[in-house]
């Protein structure tokens, strides 16, 4: 089975530019989460998808954003890009709300210069 | 808001040796989980803890959870080199404003010694 796939896996972008991240669940899993890995700032939710809907938003600011498709794939946009948004960002998928477990993609590293 | 909150950061262990990273969360949560991530890597789930008194084993490793006391622990039995990463504890809700989502403590890094 495959597992989520994340694309590009590395991203550099200037600063005011906009970068679009995609995310491929596990077959099966409707539900996709967002979260930023930034150095010293530890793990934060971004986002949640499940049946094409935004279900749940974490504090960060509009210019993050997101969607998923029909296939339950999904992407997050940052627009007008900052210095401080370079991080990993992990994308998770499961089955419904995630109470039985959510799988981790591999990332996509955003460098912002 | 939850909050969850590891401790210790850094643990250096020697190899053969046990040890536990304790995890506390401030309200209630429904669900405790625990993930390893090596570094450039993502997050590998561990245990899922859904209700108190769990307690799951796998290998090395026991995750226990005492919802009473809003506490979560990872216990490392015998350490060895392998278990050398990066272990998080995260915790989450079946409602409210934290529905859906994991709120991850800052994570303990683990180094294992021969």
């Known amino acids: 089975e495959a597992g989520v796939t994340q694309s590009p896996t590395h991203l550099i972008k200037t600063r005011g530019q906009q970068a679009t991240l995609r995310c491929s669940p596990i077959?099966?899993?409707?539900?996709v989460y967002w979260y930023q890995q930034a150095l010293g700032l530890g793990l934060q939710f971004l986002l949640w998808?499940?049946?094409?809907?935004?279900?749940n938003r974490g504090n960060f600011p509009p210019r993050f954003s997101g969607r998923q498709f029909p296939n339950y794939s999904s992407e997050l946009n940052v627009n007008a890009l900052e210095l401080e948004d370079s991080a990993l960002y992990l994308c998770a998928s499961s089955r419904g709300d995630g109470t039985y477990g959510y799988t981790f993609g591999s990332g996509t590293r955003l460098t912002v210069v | 808001e939850l909050k969850v909150e590891q401790n210790p950061l850094f643990l250096s262990m020697q190899e053969g040796k046990n040890y536990t990273i304790y995890c506390n969360y401030s309200?209630?949560?429904?669900?405790l989980y625990w993930y390893r991530q090596d570094p450039g890597k993502s997050l590998e789930s561990l245990f899922v803890l859904l209700s108190n008194g769990a307690v799951k084993q796998e290998g090395r490793l026991m995750a226990s959870l005492d919802t009473k006391a809003r506490l979560s622990t990872l216990h490392i039995t015998a350490a060895v080199h392998d278990l050398s990463a990066t272990y998080f504890c995260a915790g989450g809700s079946a409602g409210g404003t934290s529905y859906g989502k994991l709120t991850f403590g800052q994570g303990t890094i683990l180094t294992v010694h021969p």
């Open positions: 998808y499940d049946e094409g809907e935004e279900r």
């Open positions: 309200t209630t949560s429904d669900r």
């Open positions: 077959s099966g899993h409707t539900s």
